[in-house]
């Protein structure tokens, strides 16, 4: 059984076999919970631009047929350190990049890749100028038979196209849901 720190300790070319080998999702494991994120694969310079950690939550929503999630922003205390999300002016989770758990069957992934299932970012109600929009990200459970740790792989959706881009991620599971963010665009 890998563990995140196996995950962090990897290189890229370890990463893409990892996901290559990867299981599909039990999506009513995941409904209702939610994640820590960590970047894999970022120099550490775009670490500190942007973050290292981060949350991915998975709802099922009563009004839509599919699982749903979105992404908040979370103070940079390290993959270890005590997890503390951000917070807008109001007191609410600051989110992002909200997603929709897709069969991956019908597309033609990167690298001969075929996974069970991706995060549609660009139908999910993100607003027009949202570069999120362009997410395709396959996402499989590392370990057969658990839902505990998951693998990412950023992947755009150019023009029809399917582009990798040199990222990946990993989430761990944190526990239930705390709190159910509506997409900009409900």
Excluded: C
């Amino acid at each position: 059984m890998l563990k995140l720190e196996d995950l962090l300790a990897m290189d890229r070319r370890e990463l893409a076999g990892v996901m290559r080998r990867g299981h599909a999702l039990e999506l009513d494991v995941l409904a209702e919970s939610q994640y820590l994120g960590a970047d894999l694969s970022l120099p550490p310079l775009m670490n500190r631009l942007l973050w290292k950690t981060f949350r991915k939550t998975f709802h099922r929503d009563a009004s839509m047929a599919e699982l749903r999630g979105w992404n908040v922003r979370m103070q940079q205390t390290g993959v270890r350190g005590p997890v503390r999300p951000m917070l807008d002016r109001r007191g609410h989770l600051r989110s992002f990049g909200h997603y929709v758990v897709r069969d991956a069957s019908s597309l033609r992934w990167p690298d001969g890749l075929r996974p069970a299932h991706y995060l549609d970012y660009g139908h999910a109600g993100n607003l027009r100028r949202d570069p999120a929009r362009l997410g395709a990200t396959p996402l499989v459970a590392v370990n057969a038979g658990s839902m505990d740790l998951l693998l990412g792989w950023e992947v755009l959706r150019v023009a029809g196209r399917l582009l990798p881009l040199p990222d990946y991620w990993a989430l761990e599971r944190q526990g239930p849901l705390e709190e159910i963010i509506v997409p900009p665009r409900s």
